[in-house]
């Protein structure tokens, strides 16, 4: 049995607190007195996030499948199916039941409508991420291919041509908003168009396949996150300088609204894709020096982080909720908020594993 990877596991918890920062910080975004600050923190330096996940999926497929083996394809498809499939298809359901619940909508059940949803990730804000995801199981055997073929053309000249393809994807897709009129009168063809960033693996490609390369090179990497330490906080201190700069130029020079500077300064963006290659980078040499605080803490949430990314919007909707109700969202700090959310989700993961395990 292959050795689970110590960093990059402890890596999915970090990226766990980057992801409910980005969900949390979405109000800050719609509030029109939020600190800038909190905008940037939130909504700007969290957002390695999303793609640092692909990326430890990437590492873990090319890890436990390697190219030497054969892959049986069945069997593969199977227990990822179970794993994230049926997780996916049950958050889905509450979901839809919840909202059906909340807004007494009974059409949000209509089987059009879950179908729909299921297929393009819908059911929540933040669950299409496993929608890509099952899409890059789905297609794994092209993207072995793909690896060999990178590798027979040599890896320093087949990154950085991936890199340049996606970041040139993302900005044809940015700009790509009108459709000729066989697409426009085909709800069917419109709604792939329209959702193509909740389901198209390509956008993440990049750095799904990075995580690949070191799962197959991974002493190499090891050496460089040991070794070059100041040339890695250096280029994550530059990268995260540089996405804020643009931020507050952005803000406070040209007066764009927080809403258009956060999507320019998305994660698939150039300075967005730099910045969470950046932090993969720079997270992984502090977990691999160990000296960071709360050591126990970041990996028993790392162990919990797949259900508390399942439920922790929830618990954003409702203390948000009870806030409305009460004093007031705006009288409670968004730190304080985003820590709330945060153990309660926490919480509510334990709960579920100790359950699990008791049945077990």
């Not at 940037?40 to 996030?49: A, E």
């Not at 922790?312 to 700090?333: K, S």
Request: hydrophobic share 50%.
């Amino acid at each position: 049995m292959k050795q689970r990877n110590l960093v990059f596991d402890n890596l999915r918890g970090i990226c766990m607190l980057g992801v409910i920062a980005i969900h949390v910080g979405s109000m800050a975004v719609s509030d029109a007195v939020a600190s800038p600050f909190l905008v940037l923190i939130t909504n700007i330096l969290s957002r390695y996030s999303v793609p640092a996940f692909f990326f430890i999926s990437g590492y873990g497929l090319f890890y436990s499948k390697p190219l030497e083996e054969p892959l049986h394809y069945g069997s593969f498809l199977k227990k990822r199916m179970k794993s994230i499939g049926r997780p996916y298809l049950l958050a889905s359901l509450f979901y839809l039941c919840y909202y059906a619940l909340l807004n007494r909508d009974p059409n949000v059940l209509d089987p059009s409508n879950i179908l729909f949803s299921l297929f393009f990730g819908t059911a929540q804000y933040h669950i299409y991420f496993l929608v890509i995801l099952i899409w890059f199981y789905l297609l794994f055997p092209l993207w072995r291919s793909l690896m060999r073929a990178m590798e027979k053309i040599g890896l320093k000249m087949a990154l950085p041509l991936l890199f340049v393809a996606q970041v040139l994807l993302f900005e044809g897709n940015f700009h790509f908003w009108t459709y000729p009129d066989w697409i426009a009168s085909s709800p069917a063809l419109l709604n792939l168009c329209n959702y193509r960033l909740n389901y198209f693996p390509f956008f993440y490609l990049f750095i799904f396949m990075l995580g690949g390369v070191i799962a197959r090179h991974y002493e190499g990497f090891k050496k460089l996150i040991t070794r070059h330490k100041a040339l890695l906080m250096a280029f994550f201190a530059a990268s995260a300088g540089f996405n804020t700069w643009l931020f507050y130029r952005w803000t406070f020079k040209w007066q764009m609204p927080y809403e258009n500077t956060v999507n320019y300064l998305q994660q698939l963006s150039l300075p967005g894709l730099v910045y969470t290659i950046a932090s993969v980078l720079f997270f992984s040499m502090v977990i691999q020096s160990g000296r960071y605080p709360l050591k126990g803490a970041l990996k028993e949430m790392s162990d919990r982080s797949f259900p508390i990314y399942l439920i922790h919007p929830i618990f954003i909707d409702q203390l948000e909720y009870v806030l409305n109700r009460t004093a007031g969202i705006q009288q409670v700090p968004m730190e304080a908020f985003y820590i709330a959310v945060l153990l309660l989700s926490w919480g509510c993961a334990e709960l579920w594993h100790r359950f699990r395990a008791s049945k077990a």
